[in-house]
C-alpha cells in the first residue's frame, strides 16, 4: 500500500523498473525544456553561438547529478523525493547583465565564461550556509509564506504551457488554430489517460499523450525532424574556461541565490504534501535541510562544469500527482536519465525537437496542478485575518509586477532583475508581512490551538 490513498506508489515504496522508467521518463518530459532553455537564452545574447553545445551538455548532466542527490539522501544531503534540478530562470537577467559588463571591459567568450562561472562557484555558497539554519528559519517560512509562493510559481509555469500551446515564442503561426489544436490532442489524451484506472496507462499518460501528439504533428506537417548532429559522446572537464571573480557581479547573484532558496522551500513542501507526508514535524525539517543543501551542492557542480546554478523544479509536483507516483527510488531514474543526455547529445537534441504546442498542451495540467498544491498548503488550517492580507498581498504584488514589469522599471538594474518573478516579488512580500502583522489573540481557542502555533 502506498503512504496516501491517492498513490500508486509512496515515497518510500520500490517501483518495478520498467513503470519506474516510465514514471522518470514523464518527469524528464516536462522538465528538459527547462533544463535547456536558460543556457539557450544567455548563450544567445551574449554571442556564445559556438559553446552552446556544450553549455546544454552540461546543463543535462548536472541536472542529473543534482536529481540523484535529492532522491537518496545520504549523509544529510537531498530531500529523498522526487526532486529534479535544473537551471534557475532567475539567474539569466543577472548573468546575462555580467556578461555584457565583462564584454564592454574588452573580453571575449572565454572572459565571460570564467567569469559567470567563478562568481557562480561562490555565491553557491550561499545555499550551503542557509541550509544549516533551516531550523530557526521556520518562523519564515510558514506554511501560508510557502504556500503562496509555490502557487505564484505554478501560475508563472502556466504562462509558460500556454506561450508552447500556441506555438512557442516568435512562432510565425503563434496562436494558430492548427497549434492550439495539437496541443488540445495532447492534452485530451494525458487527461482521459490519466483518470484511467488502469495503473500502467495511467503511469505513462504523458509518454502516450506526448507521443501521440508528435506523430499528429508529424501527420499535418508541424513536426520536421533535423537530425541529431555529429557528436555523439562528449565528456565534461572541470572549470574549462578558467576561474575569475568580481564583486559587482557577485552581489545580485548571491541576492537571487536568496530568492531560488526561497523558491526551492516551496516546492520541497509541495512535494512533501504531494507525497502524503507531514509539513510540520522534524522530519520534514531534515528534508528541508537537506533539500536546500543538496541544491547548494549542485550549484558548486555546475559551476565547476559549467553549467548555470542549478535550483529544485516545480514541474515533478505536477507530474506526480498526475501519475500517482511519489517513490523516489524514481528519482535514481530521472538522474540517470538526464546524466545520458548530456554524456550523449543526440538524445538531448531528439527531445529538443518535440513540437512546442505538444509540450505545451502536456504541460498545461502538470503546471496547474503545482498551482492547487500552493493553495493546499495555504489552506491546510484555517486563515486569520492577517493571513488573508498576507496572502491577498502576495498575490497581488507578485502578478501585478510579472503582468507590469515596466513598475521595476526605474530601479536599479540588480533589483529589478532580483524582483522580476512574481515568486520573487510576491515571496518578499509574504516574508515581510508575515514577520511585520502579529498574530491575532483567540478568544474562544487555547493557546495551543491556534492554527498558527499548529504552523
Known amino acids: ?15 518495478p523498473p520498467l513503470p519506474a522508467f516510465f514514471s522518470a521518463l514523464q518527469h524528464v518530459l516536462a522538465g528538459v525544456v527547462g533544463v535547456i532553455t536558460p543556457p539557450l537564452i544567455i548563450g544567445g545574447a551574449l554571442g556564445l553561438g559556438e559553446w552552446l553545445p556544450y553549455l546544454i551538455s552540461m546543463s543535462l ?9 535529492q532522491s537518496n539522501r545520504v549523509c544529510g544531503i537531498g530531500a529523498g523525493m522526487i526532486c529534479m534540478q535544473g537551471p534557475s530562470f532567475a539567474f539569466v537577467g543577472v548573468a546575462i547583465a555580467g556578461g555584457m559588463w565583462v564584454k564592454q571591459q574588452g573580453g571575449g567568450a572565454h572572459d565571460v565564461l570564467a567569469m559567470l562561472f567563478g562568481v557562480n562557484a561562490v555565491a553557491a555558497l550561499v545555499p550551503i550556509v542557509v541550509s544549516r539554519f533551516i531550523e530557526p528559519l521556520k518562523k519564515v517560512f510558514t506554511p501560508i509564506v510557502t504556500g503562496s509562493v509555490i502557487a505564484l510559481i505554478g501560475i508563472s509555469l502556466i504562462k509558460v504551457a500556454m506561450v508552447n ?10 496562436a494558430s ?23 500502467w496507462l495511467r503511469l505513462s499518460s504523458i509518454v502516450i499523450g506526448m507521443a501521440i501528439g508528435c506523430v499528429v504533428a508529424a501527420l499535418s506537417g508541424k513536426f520536421h525532424f533535423t537530425g541529431v548532429g555529429d557528436s555523439w559522446f562528449r565528456l565534461p572537464a572541470l572549470f574549462p574556461f578558467g576561474f575569475h571573480f568580481n564583486t559587482a557581479i557577485f552581489l545580485p547573484i548571491a541576492l537571487i541565490s536568496l530568492v531560488c532558496i526561497l523558491e526551492a522551500v516551496g516546492d520541497l513542501t509541495a512535494n512533501c504534501l504531494i507525497s502524503g507526508r507531514s509539513i510540520t514535524d522534524a522530519e520534514f525539517r531534515s528534508r528541508l535541510k537537506g533539500g536546500v543543501l543538496a541544491d547548494g551542492i549542485s550549484c558548486v557542480l555546475a559551476a565547476m562544469l559549467c553549467a548555470f546554478p542549478n535550483t529544485t523544479f516545480a514541474q515533478n509536483n505536477g507530474v506526480i500527482q498526475m501519475t500517482g507516483v511519489a517513490s523516489r527510488f524514481v528519482g535514481r531514474y530521472i538522474g540517470v536519465i538526464l546524466v545520458l543526455l548530456g554524456l550523449f547529445p543526440p538524445f538531448g537534441e531528439l527531445l529538443r525537437q518535440i513540437p512546442a504546442p505538444v509540450l505545451g498542451g502536456a504541460t498545461m495540467v502538470m503546471f496547474g496542478c503545482v498551482v492547487v498544491a500552493g493553495i493546499r498548503i495555504i489552506t491546510q488550517a484555517p486563515l486569520e485575518q492577517r493571513d488573508v492580507i498576507i496572502v491577498a498581498l502576495t498575490f497581488g504584488v507578485g502578478l501585478g509586477i510579472q503582468a507590469v514589469p515596466e513598475f521595476l522599471a526605474h530601479f536599479p538594474l540588480f533589483i529589478a532583475n532580483l524582483l522580476g518573478s512574481a515568486a520573487a516579488s510576491g515571496g518578499l512580500v509574504a516574508i515581510v508581512l508575515s514577520m511585520a502583522i502579529p498574530h491575532q489573540k483567540s478568544t474562544t481557542a487555547p493557546e495551543g490551538e491556534r492554527s498558527h502555533d499548529r504552523a
Open 165 to 174: 500551446w500556441c506555438g512557442g515564442e516568435q512562432a510565425k503561426d503563434f
Open 61 to 69: 548532466l548536472v541536472s542529473g547529478i543534482g536529481t540523484f542527490l
Open 1 to 15: 500500500m502506498s503512504d496516501n490513498n491517492s498513490l500508486l506508489y509512496g515515497l518510500d515504496q520500490r517501483v
Open 177 to 199: 488554430p492548427g497549434n492550439i489544436a495539437l496541443g488540445a490532442i495532447t492534452l485530451a489524451v494525458i487527461v482521459l489517460l490519466g483518470c484511467a484506472r488502469n495503473r
